[in-house]
């Protein structure tokens, strides 16, 4: 089955800029979505096709994708933004919803 | 309120079985593929089933396939999973989740709060 493959950590000063990696051989062609996962709570989704922000998610929130990475950028970086983040992608080939294993983002 | 709610779920022992449901208000229900995502303790994210707008497709990873069942009812907006023959390492949280797959590319956009099932003997 499809890997999708993140950095298990990240550590950011705050007001500084977070960059979250997720890769996978051939997700050029594919779209990515990332969801926050605070400790106790559900995930929300924090940005689709690579790029899309949903309503209520700040502007600080922004997505790339070059090549076999996607990239969740999360700039000037609050202590409120600490938790686990999640890239998710359709492997078509299986028809599986695919996670990444996830990135904790501490704030220093 | 746009919002899913799971119930069910609990403690349940090696080789038996417990009932996932999840309630959905809001939104046109039957407009969406929904899905269960579970989350094993200090774990990630994994989607273990899907299922068609109308019912009329299920899908599954192999973990759970033949022992788990996705169903639905449109009439009265539910979500079900039923879970059979379990086993340890299906302990975990499971997040009730819709499916938007607007530009053929599905994504979770509306989550449930989680329902922890424990399998232990």
């Known amino acids: 089955s499809y890997v999708l493959t993140q950095p298990p950590s990240v550590s950011v000063a705050p007001g500084k800029t977070a960059r979250i990696t997720c890769g996978g051989n051939?997700?050029?062609?594919?779209?990515v979505h990332w969801y926050q996962q605070k400790p106790g709570q559900a995930p929300v989704m924090v940005m689709y096709?690579?790029?899309d922000r949903p309503s209520g998610i700040p502007e600080r929130f922004s997505g790339s994708h070059s090549g076999n990475t996607a990239t969740l950028s999360i700039n000037r970086v609050e202590a409120g933004d600490e938790a686990d983040y999640y890239c998710?992608?359709?492997?078509?080939?299986?028809?599986?919803?695919?996670f990444g294993g996830g990135t904790k983002l501490t704030v220093l | 309120e746009v919002q899913l709610v799971e119930s069910g779920g609990g403690l349940g022992q090696p080789g038996g079985s417990l009932r996932l449901s999840c309630a959905a208000s809001?939104?046109?229900?039957?407009?969406?593929?929904m899905s269960w995502v579970r989350q094993a303790p200090g774990k990630g994210l994994e989607c273990v089933a899907r299922?068609?707008?109308?019912?009329?497709?299920?899908l599954y990873v192999d973990s759970v396939r033949g022992r788990f069942t996705i169903s639905r009812d449109n009439a009265k907006n539910f979500l079900f999973l039923q879970m059979n023959s379990l086993r340890t390492e299906d302990t975990a949280m499971y997040y009730c989740?819709?499916?938007?797959?607007?530009?053929?590319?599905?994504?979770?956009?509306?989550w449930g709060q989680g329902n922890l099932v424990t399998v232990s003997s």
């Open positions: 989740a819709r499916v938007n797959d607007g530009d053929y590319v599905p994504h979770f956009d509306l």
């Open positions: 809001g939104f046109t229900f039957r407009s969406y593929w």
């Open positions: 299922i068609k707008r109308d019912g009329s497709e299920q």
């Open positions: 051939n997700i050029g062609g594919k779209r």
């Open positions: 096709y690579d790029r």
């Open positions: 998710q992608m359709w492997d078509t080939t299986n028809d599986h919803l695919v």
